[in-house]
T-cell receptor, first 112, second 117 residues
Framework: EAQVTQNPRYLITVTGKKLTVTCSQN?????MSWYRQDPGLGLRQIYY???????DKGDVPEGYKVSRKEKRNFPLILESPSPNQTSLYFC???????????FGPGTRLTVT | AQTVTQSQPEMSVQEAETVTLSCTYD???????LFWYKQPPSRQMILVIR??????QNATENRFSVNFQKAAKSFSLKISDSQLGDAAMYFC??????????????FGQGTRLTINP
């Protein structure tokens, strides 16, 4: 089954404790992105990757890091999480030239 | 930079009736894509319908159709014969077909749709 998976689905952590949210897709897609969803703001792009070792900032990259060492994986790293990073996070992927973006199931992160 | 605005935070409709969700956008591009996504309580993002700006004909997918007004930069979603399963948050989104903006979906704020039985 073609899918984008994220782990964990739910995470409660404390300020300053480094964490990684994993994202993996099995469709051999070139493009991958991370978005955060906040009430009243919709979804905003954090980072994106056009292929292995090619990443760039989206609209809200502060406080986040990413890497793309393998085509299927695109982890999101919060080195020192803060309460303002409490949000719902989505990973997404798309094949070059296609319209449709495939979204993961979302990760609900709470930073206390 | 492109922006997308959904001015209706919440809408409600009686089951079996028709409802229209509004979306306006701002761009200086002439070619672009527009999308409507559905987010049910499961939080999964589901593509409902898409429209390519170069196409004059409005897109239709079963009970879902759009009214694309390019000059007015308006892209509304009409849901006919509303069903309980249509209850969800709906997001309007924009994307450039090429260039740096092709890697990003720009989303509106969302409209929460309630279906009354």
């Amino acid at each position: 089954e073609a899918q984008v998976t994220q782990n964990p689905r739910y995470l409660i952590t404390v300020t300053g404790k480094k964490l990684t949210v994993t994202c993996s897709q099995n469709m051999n897609h070139e493009y991958m992105s991370w978005y955060r969803q906040d009430p009243g703001l919709g979804l905003r792009q954090i980072y994106y990757s056009m292929n292995v070792e090619v990443t760039d900032k989206g609209d809200v990259p502060e406080g986040y890091k990413v890497s793309r060492k393998e085509k299927r994986n695109f982890p999101l790293i919060l080195e020192s999480p803060s309460p303002n990073q409490t949000s719902l996070y989505f990973c997404a992927s798309r094949r070059q030239g296609d319209y449709e973006q495939y979204f993961g199931p979302g990760t609900r992160l709470t930073v206390t | 930079a492109q922006t997308v605005t959904q001015s209706q935070p919440e809408m409600s409709v009686q089951e079996a009736e028709t409802v229209t969700l509004s979306c306006t956008y701002d761009t200086s591009e002439s070619d672009y894509y527009l999308f409507w996504y559905k987010q049910p309580p499961s939080r999964q993002m589901i593509l409902v319908i898409r429209q390519e700006a170069y196409k004059q004909q409005n897109a239709t997918e079963n009970r879902f159709s759009v009214n694309f007004q390019k000059a007015a930069k308006s892209f509304s979603l009409k849901i006919s014969d509303s069903q309980l399963g249509d209850a969800a948050m709906y997001f309007c989104a924009y994307r450039n077909p090429r260039g740096k903006g092709a890697q990003k979906l720009v989303f509106g704020q969302g409209t929460r749709l309630t279906i009354n039985p």
